[in-house]
C-alpha cells in the first residue's frame, strides 16, 4: 500500500484524469479521477478535487478504490 501513495504523490500530475461519475459523488462534487495499475488483476482509482490557490493546485484525494469494487459504476 505504500508504494501505492507513492505512485499517487509523484505521478498523479502526470496520469489521464477523467471526470468521475455522479454516483461517487458522495464522496466530493466535481471530482476527477485516474488509474493507477499495480499488477494485471487490480488497478485503483483514485478520486480527488483540485483547488486552486493563487497559481498553485492542491490536489486533495477524497476516496480510492480498486475494480473489484467500483468498476460497474465506471
Same mark, same amino acid.
Given at each position: ?21 455522479? @454516483? =461517487?459523488? +458522495? %464522496?466530493?462534487? !466535481?471530482?476527477?479521477?485516474? $488509474? ?22 492542491? @490536489? =486533495?484525494? +477524497? %476516496?480510492?478504490? !480498486?475494480?473489484?469494487?467500483? $468498476?460497474?459504476?465506471?
Amino acid at each position: 500500500m505504500i508504494e501505492l501513495i507513492e505512485d499517487i504523490e509523484n505521478n498523479l500530475l502526470k496520469v489521464q484524469q477523467k471526470p468521475a461519475p455522479a @454516483y =461517487f459523488n +458522495r %464522496y466530493g462534487k !466535481n471530482m476527477s479521477y485516474a $488509474v493507477f495499475s499495480r499488477n494485471k488483476r487490480t488497478s485503483w482509482y483514485v478520486f480527488f478535487t483540485v483547488h486552486k490557490i493563487g497559481n498553485e493546485k492542491i @490536489y =486533495f484525494v +477524497r %476516496y480510492i478504490a !480498486n475494480n473489484h469494487t467500483v $468498476v460497474q459504476y465506471l
